[in-house]
């Protein structure tokens, strides 16, 4: 790369070093996400928010983009966050981050503020991460100059006000929006966009992108100090179990985070430096340690799916099987060479 | 009377290291931003807005400028960038035109629901569709409910000013409101008149840093900002914003004193007072429209008509005191809308609708003509300014001018 210090204001501002947590006994007690909130019971998002707040630590700043992590979680005079918290609007996740970065950045270069490497998250959910946000979010990993981590918590529908279908919902999904009825069974048409690795395939100088999932807290927990540490705008993408949204017993939550990854369609992987590696169960998936379950075992714990004849979900099986067979990169890239 | 001619008026001597340049609307803008030592500025292409962000970027290859300035990929990025670095401490910049200013209208709600203290520049641009480049002010006006502080500049020189007031009275604690600063596009946005820029030892004299204190978001300072209230406190929220508005018309007054003393300017903060004293009639408007209108005032009094002209630079808050004051003596105002309001009282523009308003509760008020003119960048004549006047000399004399209905100057029928 040229050399660039012909910017005479270039600095550099140092991330936090967050090393990896080695076994949940190793992760410390203290919270920054407490009580205060008022999500749903088995809420998995909610569960997001605590571990990634206990990974960035007090020197955190988090933006939290209009959602269900705003309206049920952060409401005047209860507020559950224990670190500096600010609303941002739905579209505006990798907006409110890079602003933020930038304001600590010129703030610290001119002498204005303590030098001193601070966290920024933004967190958004599929709504405002996947649909409205998407080319902010695109705008803000291309600012390489900025440190900063947007979580997106995907509980795969508007579900803050009263589920309805997003871009990041599944195939066939009952939803406010897309209701099964009595000439048309499948409403949603639109197969889930694969946001992560478009993101990462699409911003080629972002140095980590990574998806988890909060059934696998620890790995979660350092996906996300990773994040923070590498430098630079980072992407964490991960889905969140939603009892209302996905209509099942709460106590299921951790389960059917499980099951998403055991039947291939949630699959685990970091791109760290332009190298993918793929984690988990994922990692075991592709290389035949382990076979991947049914997706007839997902689906049919789940009231939003309950319309589903045995050919949607052989349909849906389907695609699941080409994601794995058929892509370039399986669980990943989806266009295989012609 | 030898009317006073801007062009040739009295060269005050200003305070030492002040230089005189050769620069557009939107030059002087950029080294407000750079003057007012800004710590991000976020831009992103609308014409005619953009010429600034232009002589800023250069401003910053050339190193004469430390400022971050991010090239955002839309007007709503753009504006939340900038909100979210003031939260941090950061002062900012930033700004549009048009529709630009349209596509950034949820940011610009909140930011001034938020209190955000952004100064913002609106190069004024007729809204799409069908496209125009040149002025109307329907942009800018459309966030005059929300709690934006809204002024209209008409020179170049006026334009380096209003910012660096801008700076001072939206950051100060008891207003700490957006503010915006509207230069009519092209007009103002790209001519180029003599400025005196002054040095930054002046302005430092002026302008205090920007200080957020117990607001400011930082790790030091945990705070939650803009949780849900809903309708248990929205209300007292807005009425801190109201609150917030009315003192910013006495901080207004205190920095615009304060500005002269140390500047070497004159000039009252609220409006422009044209030929007033003695005047009959009385032609209202704002922006660069005070140059036609000007001529035309000095034509007319050749003539011996008692005409003067008022223009409004402050359009939020708005001067009710000053247009009562200036207004009440005379028999007829003939108010010029460079905008529209479609289907409002007696389909008038904005400014209209708001001088009879602020006219309506006096004893016995001057009548108001509405007039629209100039739209799309359209330009308003000397020729037209003395139509118009006349109108309103016909009106004053109890002629059958129709006082409740709005007179499009200028279009073709």
Aim: charged letters at 20%; aromatic letters at 10%; a negative charge.
């Amino acid at each position: 790369m040229p050399d660039t210090d012909v910017d005479t204001f270039a600095d550099f501002i140092a991330t936090q070093v967050l090393d990896p947590w080695k076994g949940p006994k190793k992760v410390p007690a203290e919270e920054y996400y407490t009580s205060g909130h008022r999500t749903c019971q088995g809420c998995e998002s909610a569960q997001l928010m605590k571990l990634m707040a206990k990974a960035g630590g007090p020197r955190s700043i988090v933006l939290g983009a209009t959602g269900c992590m705003y309206v049920a979680n952060t409401t005047y005079y209860s507020t559950p966050w224990a670190i500096p918290w600010m609303h941002t609007q739905l579209g505006s996740a990798g907006s409110a981050a890079t602003g933020t970065a930038a304001g600590l950045k010129a703030m610290m270069r001119k002498g204005k503020m303590k030098k001193e490497p601070i966290n920024v998250i933004a967190v958004c959910g599929d709504g405002g991460g996947a649909d409205m946000g998407l080319s902010a979010i695109s705008a803000a990993l291309q600012h390489t100059q900025y440190n900063l981590l947007i979580l997106l918590y995907d509980n795969e529908s508007y579900a803050n006000t009263d589920i309805q279908v997003s871009g990041s919902s599944p195939w066939g999904a009952n939803s406010t929006f897309s209701p099964p009825g009595k000439v048309k069974r499948i409403m949603n048409r639109r197969w889930k966009k694969n946001t992560a690795a478009m993101l990462a395939s699409g911003h080629p100088e972002c140095r980590y992108v990574a998806t988890v999932c909060t059934a696998y807290p620890v790995d979660a927990m350092n996906s996300v100090r990773k994040a923070l540490t590498i430098g630079g705008p980072t992407f964490v993408h991960s889905l969140d179990p939603c009892p209302k949204g996905w209509d099942y017993d709460p106590m299921y939550s951790h389960e059917l985070g499980e099951l998403a990854v055991e039947t291939g369609i949630w699959p685990l992987y970091e791109v760290e430096e332009g190298k993918l590696k793929m984690c988990g169960k994922s990692k075991r998936i592709v290389s035949g340690q382990f076979k991947r379950k049914p997706v007839r075992e997902y689906l049919k714990r789940q009231g939003r799916f309950a319309h589903f004849t045995d050919e949607d979900i052989e349909y849906f099986q389907s695609k699941i099987d080409d994601m794995w067979e058929t892509w370039l990169i399986p669980g990943v890239i989806p266009f295989a060479a012609a | 009377m030898t009317p006073p001619d801007l062009a040739v008026a009295e060269k005050i001597e200003g305070p030492s290291g002040e230089t005189e340049e050769l620069i557009s609307g939107s030059e002087a803008i950029a080294h407000a931003c750079r003057l007012a030592d800004v710590d991000v500025i976020t831009a992103y292409p609308i014409r005619p807005y953009d010429t600034v962000m232009q002589y800023v970027s250069q401003m910053i290859s050339n190193g004469d400028f430390d400022c971050e300035f991010i090239v955002a990929e839309s007007e709503h990025s753009q504006f939340e960038i900038v909100k979210h670095a003031s939260v941090v401490g950061a002062r900012v910049f930033c700004g549009s035109s048009g529709v630009g200013w349209f596509y950034a209208f949820e940011a610009l709600a909140v930011t001034a629901g938020l209190r955000v203290p952004m100064v913002a520049m609106v190069g004024n641009r007729a809204l799409d569709d069908p496209g125009a480049f040149g002025v109307e002010h329907n942009d800018a006006l459309a966030v005059r409910d929300l709690g934006w502080m809204l002024n209209w500049v008409s020179t170049a020189q006026e334009a380096l000013d209003t910012a660096l007031i801008a700076y001072r009275v939206a950051e100060d604690k008891r207003v700490s409101l957006p503010c915006a600063i509207s230069c009519d596009g092209a007009f103002l946005t790209h001519s180029q008149t003599l400025v005196k820029v002054p040095a930054q030892e002046t302005v430092d004299s002026f302008l205090p840093p920007y200080d957020r204190a117990e607001k400011q978001l930082h790790p030091d300072n945990p705070i939650t900002i803009a949780p849900q209230v809903n309708e248990d406190w929205l209300m007292e929220m807005r009425r801190q914003n109201d609150m917030a508005m009315r003192r910013a018309r006495g901080v207004i007054i205190e920095a615009y004193e304060d500005f002269n003393a140390k500047f070497g300017r004159s000039g009252e903060p609220f409006i422009e007072r044209y030929m007033m004293d003695d005047a009959e009639i009385a032609l209202v408007g704002m922006g660069t429209l005070a140059m036609p209108v000007r001529v035309a005032v000095r034509k007319m009094r050749e003539q011996g008509k008692k005409v003067g002209f008022v223009r409004v630079r402050w359009f939020r808050p708005f001067p009710t005191i000053e247009l009562q004051d200036v207004l009440g003596g005379v028999h007829a105002v003939g108010v010029i809308d460079r905008d529209y309001s479609f289907g409002s009282a007696f389909h008038s523009g904005v400014l209209a609708t708001e001088v009879r308003s602020a006219l309506y509760p006096m004893e016995s008020p001057p009548k108001v003509i509405s007039f629209i003119a100039g739209l799309g960048g359209r330009e308003v004549s000397a020729d037209n300014v003395i139509e118009m006047a006349d109108m309103a000399f016909d009106a004053a004399g109890g002629g059958d001018i129709n006082d409740q209905d709005t007179h499009w100057i200028g279009v073709r029928e």
